[in-house]
């Protein structure tokens, strides 16, 4: 049932769908460029994100993503947006790269792992921005829209090139989100 090409597949797709919790979009892009220059197989019903047209129009969301981060105060809009979005994005990542699964187990995993991970880190990355927002009064944005968007890129590329190395790389992000749920949370 679970084959190495299967829990591979599920490495690469919780590793991208933790990069969508910095980024929805970039990791997405990564994935359609790596299925487009044949680096990576996607599911039957998924081939059409290697295409040229999804590939154009996540190259202009990425753009737009990335530009909307460094305006002051339009960076917690998007957050409040962007945190529903990157549970989906997460799912479908997962979605995407599982391989040799049936369906029900695949969108089991996907929702759990992928949708659950990206959410997570979403909202960690949400509540940093919302504090920094409030604490330099939107000044201190751009530099974590930054870090958070080479995070996302470096996670991405990692996921697609090495993604044992990603898993372990979610695993400590997670841990640290957990950590920093556990600080800010009333006691």
Known sequence: MFTTETIISIFLGIGLAASVGFRVFLPLLVL???????????????HWLGGLPALIILAVAVIAEIFAYYIPWVDNLLDSIALPL?????????????????????????????????????????ATRLTSSVTTAGLGNP???????????IMSAISIFLPVLGIVLVIVILLVVFRFYRRIRPK
Not at 35 to 46: A, I, P, V
């Open 143 to 153: 530099i974590i829209s930054t870090i958070e968007t080479v995070i996302s890129l």
């Open 32 to 46: 359609s460029l790596a299925s487009y220059f044949g680096m990576w197989e996607l599911n039957e019903s998924w």
């Open 86 to 126: 990157a549970g989906i994005a997460g799912t479908l990542a997962v979605v995407s790269t599982m391989a040799g699964l049936d369906p029900a187990m695949t969108w089991t995993i996907a929702l759990i792992a992928g949708g659950g991970t990206a959410t997570a880190i979403k909202g960690a990355s949400s």
